[in-house]
């Protein structure tokens, strides 16, 4: 062993090369890669800057450019020789610059650290991969608002639920809503993450700056970022960046579960509301008559998976001594991970939801039963002027009656009505329909039929102005 030294481009104080397994261990290639487009960004930013400092000459600046420029062919034409020797995307990189323009590859790295560099990195590439999230967050957004306004007009009415009880009878265009509103907020959750994340660590160097004449707020403004960040512990040590940007897919992919668990359980034969498209279910492979909900199942169970890439990060982080630690290399994967699912969660909910056929007649006589319009004729009692408590015993009297005898709410006529509470007078059979009961909650926000044609006619004036 008497020798050599290192081989790596970090080798120069190491007397021995790494153990085989601690090498692989360390490696971050097969993941980081994907921050190649970055890299380059954040290289390019940085070797201008350099040039117009008067660091490097610029002869150095544009044989360092040029390089890029091929180290870019290369990777895009997938000739690029990856080797796992080198540890990193940075590092491959920086190698493969020295093999090509020469020595003066070297000086790239001048003022510059992989601990800014990576932080750089990261930051551009989740800023860019937001920005596709919120674009896909925006087209599922448009497909659950012309759901709404498809099924408006013949109103389809279902059970409305608390505790999966039936509970009273809603739209089903309503229905659609509630998951545009919450679609709508977990968008304003990514634009807020996207809005503190865009400030520039580069230049930040190892930890604490460099000695050298850098300009930061160039690379920053060459780089598109608000501004640089103002304090290099920070800049290199900081993820909570990320944690943000996972937190708010986290709780985007929340919901989509949530509209996954309604699907799931509203194609099912108990329930009977809506038939999946055949593009996205599949069969069994032992029992012939069934048609699994697979696709909507594994949206549901993905939120476990998004929920674990926060945690895995929150984990990460806690405790963490100032200022880069390898362990923030364990960034990576989570939050791949973290987008990778949710963008495609949501392509296949856009894709999904216009090929599902709803069965009105079905969920109206769902929303019928169970005694779904007890409140109407409480509040019937009530507006007559009996105090609501005693209007609610009156009706839960009726309604332990007809359960008794098997009955439903329409089957009352006006003297069995007015034999509970002789307040009852004709006008209350009315409210004994679906129909009924869904047009008098015409109180904003409510489900009536004019309410909620308003809030889809607001929605897509929302979704005009975000463009795309
Ligand atoms: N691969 C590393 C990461 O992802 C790059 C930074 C390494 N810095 C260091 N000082 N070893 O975090």
Redesign the pocket.
Known sequence: MAGEGSKKLWGGRFAAETDKLAEAFNN?LGF?RRLWREDLEGSRAHAEMLVERGVLTPEEGRAILEGLERIQEEIEAGTFPWRDEY??V?MNIEARLTELVGEVGGKLHTAR???D??ATDLRLWLRRALGEIVGAQQRLARTLVAEAERHLEPPVILPGYTHLQRAQPVLLSHWFLAYYEMLARDTTRVLDALFRMDESPLGAA?LAGTSFPIDRHQTAERLSFRVPMRNSLDAVASRDFVLEALSALAIGQLTLSRLAEELVLYSSFEFGFVTLPDAFATGSSIMPQKKNPDIPELIRAKAGRVVGDLVTLLTVVKGLPLA?N?D??ED?EPIFDAVDTYVSSLRLMAALLPGLVWHPEITKRAAAGGYALATDLADYLARKGLPFRQAHAVVGRIVRKLQEEGRELESLSLEELRSFNELFGEDALVLLSVEGAVASRNVYGGTAPEQVRARIAEAKKELEEDGS
């Open positions: 971050s980081d540890e990193d940075h650290s992989r601990n560099q990576v190892a880069y390898k923030l290399q990576k």
